[in-house]
Nanobody, 135 residues
Framework: QVQLVESGGGLVQTGGSLRLSCAYS????????LGWFRQAPGHQRELVAT???????DYGDSVKGRFTISKDNAKNTVYLQMSSLKPEDTADYYC?????????????????????????????WGQGTQVTVSS
């Protein structure tokens, strides 16, 4: 089992910045992908960013150029630096770990090129932290 605990959410004005943190623990050996997803009321959970061993990163289209994902292996923590925040960034933000190619719930196989960008492939999730951007 892997435990993920997010922190750093809150209320910020449009154009402001926040840094989210996610501390991971437990059976983390072999965890080579970590991600941030978000979900706004009435919307599906969507990709924010992922980081893989070696430092490769991916971002959702709506956050490219504004958000940065990073990881501190010594602290077992992954970060999401969010800048130039917009009201549409308002959502619950979730940290996730250990995506898999095959999702039993939907009986789908995903490509090795993009499985880590799909929320349902992740095995472990944090409880979420709320981010509200006021206009």
């Amino acid at each position: 089992q892997v435990q993920l605990v997010e922190s750093g959410g809150g209320l910020v004005q449009t154009g402001g910045s926040l840094r989210l943190s996610c501390a991971y623990s437990g059976n983390i050996r072999g965890i080579n992908v970590l991600g941030w997803f978000r979900q706004a009321p009435g919307h599906q959970r969507e990709l924010v960013a992922t980081i893989r061993d070696g430092g490769s990163v991916d971002y959702g289209d709506s956050v490219k150029g504004r958000f940065t994902i990073s990881k501190d292996n010594a602290k077992n923590t992954v970060y999401l630096q969010m800048s130039s925040l917009k009201p549409e960034d308002t959502a619950d933000y979730y940290c996730a770990a250990d995506p898999v190619y095959y999702c039993a719930a939907s009986d789908k196989y995903y490509s090795s090129n993009n499985y880590y960008t799909v929320a349902e492939t992740y095995r472990y999730w944090g409880q979420g932290t709320q981010v509200t951007v006021s206009s």
